[in-house]
C-alpha cells in the first residue's frame, strides 16, 4: 500500500499539535529540517523536531536539507525519528552515515537535489531503506511537480526491483492527486504531500484519496 507521509511545512506552525491530529490517518509526519545554508530557508531544529516527536500520533520522517548532515543526522535519529533522510550533495561519507543511523534504530534515507543524477548512488542502494527524489528544488513549499524528475525514478524502481531490494522511493514536491499518479507509474511508493493536505477542507479524506489514487497507479514489480 502506498504511504502518505504529510509535510509540516504547509500547517499552522502556531497550533501544530492541532494540526498533527489533522492528519493521524497518515503514515508518517514529514518534517524538513532546513538551515538557511544548504536551502534558503530556515525551519525546524532539534528541540521543535523533539516536542513534535513528544506529541504526533504517528512516526516522524525527518527530511535534512542542511549542511553538513554527518554531524548533525545521528542526533536527530537520537530523538526517535522513525526515518531520517539526507542529502547526497551535502554528506561527506554517505555510506557511514547511513550506517550509523540504522544503528541508532533509524531508516535511513538519501535525498536527490532535481539536478543530481541517479547513476551514482544505485551502487549504494543496499545501504539506504529510502531514497528520496526531489520533485522541486528544495527549500520552500507550494512549488509546481517537475516532472523532468521521472526518469530518475524509474531507473531507482527498475534497480531497486532487479535487486530485489526493500527501498521506499519517496518523491517530494507538487505531489496532488492529479501529480500523484505520474510518480506513482513512474515507480514511487511514498509521497509527500503538504499544500494539497493542509489546505484540504478534510485532511484525512484528502490523505485517503491520495493513498487509493497512487494504489491504483503503483508500478507493477516484475
Not at 548532515?69 to 542529502?87: I, K, M, N
Not at 528544488?137 to 526491483?161: C, N
Not at 510518480?183 to 511508493?189: C, K, L, M, R, S
Amino acid at each position: 500500500m502506498p504511504r502518505i507521509n504529510p509535510s509540516i511545512l504547509a500547517a499552522d506552525f502556531v497550533n501544530m499539535q492541532s494540526e498533527l491530529d489533522r492528519i493521524a490517518t497518515a503514515d508518517l509526519v514529514h518534517v524538513d529540517v532546513m538551515d538557511n545554508h544548504f536551502v534558503p530557508n530556515l525551519t525546524f531544529g532539534p528541540q521543535m523536531v523533539g516536542r513534535i516527536q513528544d506529541v504526533a500520533r504517528i512516526p516522524l520522517d525527518v527530511h535534512l536539507m542542511i549542511d553538513d548532515p554527518d554531524r548533525w543526522a545521528p542526533g536527530y535519529a537520537e530523538l526517535g525519528a522513525y526515518s531520517v533522510t539526507f542529502h547526497a550533495e551535502a554528506a561527506h561519507d554517505p555510506v557511514a552515515l547511513a550506517r550509523r543511523l540504522r544503528e541508532l534504530g533509524a531508516r535511513a534515507g538519501i535525498a536527490l537535489k532535481p539536478g543530481t543524477p541517479v547513476e551514482a548512488c544505485l551502487e549504494l542502494l543496499p545501504e539506504f531503506d529510502q531514497v528520496l527524489v526531489m520533485t522541486v528544488e528544495p527549500g520552500f513549499g507550494g512549488q509546481s511537480f517537475m516532472t523532468e524528475t521521472m526518469p530518475k525514478l524509474r531507473t531507482l524502481r527498475e534497480a531497486v526491483d532487479a535487486a530485489g531490494l526493500d527501498v521506499w522511493l519517496q518523491v517530494d514536491g507538487g505531489i496532488t492527486e492529479q501529480t500523484i499518479v505520474t510518480a506513482a507509474e513512474a515507480g514511487a511508493d511514498t509521497f509527500v504531500a503538504g499544500s494539497s493536505v493542509f489546505r484540504a477542507a478534510d485532511p484525512a479524506a484528502q490523505i485517503a484519496l491520495l493513498r487509493e489514487t497512487a494504489a491504483k497507479h503503483t508500478r507493477k514489480l516484475r
